[in-house]
């Protein structure tokens, strides 16, 4: 135990945190702000299941919350590739703390038409689709590109650390107060990264190449898509993802009703399992910044892992076998997802790499709209044992093709982050 924790927890697993204080104010900053985003994400689809007791609303609701990316997602690549990246997030901080704050204050009066949350949910999702690509974007230029699988890393192991803690204090508070005070809380929590954002000191950002602003939107976007179809790594990652987000991670729709109608439980169950999947995905994001690289091998390994825990999900009616999955699932899920994210940040060249990366953003959550209203169908005619059938069928038959494609396909070189002496404060 004590050697698979120096694994992961290693000289090189925080590098990025202590050579960079730029990132350090942000990697902080997320670690707040992202457990109140994961007490609204696990409150809300909980309040619609409440009000309504339809997965199909459920679906409804993650139709929502993604269908802006499909409307707006190339857009946004190419705004991440042409302007600031910092003062655009600090942006669209302030429009989500003010959506987070509307919602609290719809619930805690007990005013919540299913329209009203519907609404919320779609503007919530249009802050989002233009914050996601200068999220990543802003990485690169925290660390550079030495340092990027580490910090990439790292930013998953803050999301799901995030998604650990976020889902088990929703669950509770869910239970005992309702599901206002999570939409509360995420709105001041905001707050921790935007002060992040603000005290970081632009003359340490490492410099990128900007698009030209002089050039058509509709010719730029060109670019981008055609720069993604001459690339193999890229083409390979982006249809992989495409795959998986429609028919396989669709846990929003599918986690609350495994809660409540399979395994026949309540909030504090459904935040539980949230938090599992959590809790693999931190163990499996903390394990790939100990690596320091990217490999074809590592996103494979998590894909399999991944897909194959949802399929065994799918014949389940205990809360102990399904906690556990979804820890395994977590695990994958994160060695799929951030080296997926570091192999087109390295294969891209700066001035597309908002557009490659809205692309990503595009696959995996632009269609989510689309997986979540199949989810919601196949859960409400065969039960989450169907959908999970899919779900996890679908993402193994695009890890085979992929394992088939990536033969031969070289990852640009990549310099191993170094140890350093004095890592004992990590």
């Known amino acids: 135990m004590r050697s698979a924790a120096a694994t992961l927890l290693n000289g090189r697993t925080f590098s990025s945190v202590r050579k960079h204080r730029n990132y350090r104010l942000y990697f902080y900053g997320q670690l707040v702000s ?23 609303d459920v679906g409804v609701l993650v139709f929502c919350r993604y269908v802006p ?25 302030v429009a989500s703390m003010t959506i987070a704050a509307a919602l609290a204050a719809a619930t805690l009066t007990h005013w919540t038409p299913l329209w009203l949350v519907f609404l919320l949910a ?12 200068n999220r990543h974007a802003l990485v690169y230029q925290l660390v550079g590109r030495e340092e990027l699988p580490n910090a ?16 088990a204090l929703g669950g509770g508070l869910i239970a005992l107060v309702g599901a206002g005070w999570c939409f509360a809380f995420n709105s001041a929590s905001f707050l921790a990264i935007l002060v992040g954002l603000l005290l970081m000191q632009t003359r340490e950002l490492f410099p ?22 001459r690339s193999l ?36 169950v459904f935040g539980v399992l949230f938090a599992c999947f959590g809790i693999g995905a931190l163990v499996g994001a903390l394990l790939t910044a100990s690596l320091g690289r990217a490999s074809w091998r590592a996103l494979v390994a998590g894909s399999v892992l991944f897909n194959g825990a949802v399929l065994a999900l799918a014949p389940l009616r205990s809360v102990a076998a399904a906690a556990i999955l979804l820890l395994v699932c977590g695990l994958g899920f994160s060695l799929w997802t951030s080296n997926s994210q570091s192999v087109l940040q390295l294969t891209t060249p700066d001035r597309l790499r908002g557009r490659v990366l809205s692309l990503y953003l595009l696959s995996f959550a632009g269609l989510q709209p689309l997986g979540g209203l199949l989810a919601g169908w196949l859960a409400d005619i065969g039960g989450t044992e169907l959908a999970f059938l899919v779900a996890g069928a679908a993402g193994l038959a695009s890890t085979a093709a992929a394992l088939d494609s990536v033969r031969g396909v070289r990852l640009p070189r990549q310099r191993p982050v ?8 990590d």
Request: glycine share 10%.
């Open 152 to 167: 990439v890393a790292l930013n998953s192991s803050i999301f799901n650390g995030a998604r650990a803690v976020g889902p």
């Open 233 to 268: 790594p890229v083409r390979i990652v982006l249809g992989m993802t495409l795959v998986i987000s429609v028919a396989g991670f669709n846990f929003r729709v599918l986690v609350p009703v495994l809660a409540e109608k399979t395994l026949v439980a309540g909030a504090a």
């Open 418 to 425: 170094a140890i350093a002496a004095d890592d004992g404060g």
């Open 122 to 133: 779609t503007l919530g999702g249009t802050s989002l689709v233009f914050e996601s690509p």
């Open 69 to 93: 990316f499909l409307f707006f997602g190339l857009y946004a690549g190419l705004i991440a590739d042409r302007h600031d990246n910092r003062r655009l997030l600090i942006a669209t901080q």
């Open 208 to 229: 990128v190449e900007r698009a030209s602003r002089a050039e058509p939107a509709l010719v730029a976007i060109r670019d981008g898509l055609a720069y993604a179809r």
């Open 34 to 56: 992202l457990s109140g985003t994961w007490m609204q994400d696990t409150a809300l689809p909980w309040l619609v299941l409440v009000l309504t007791h339809s997965p199909v």
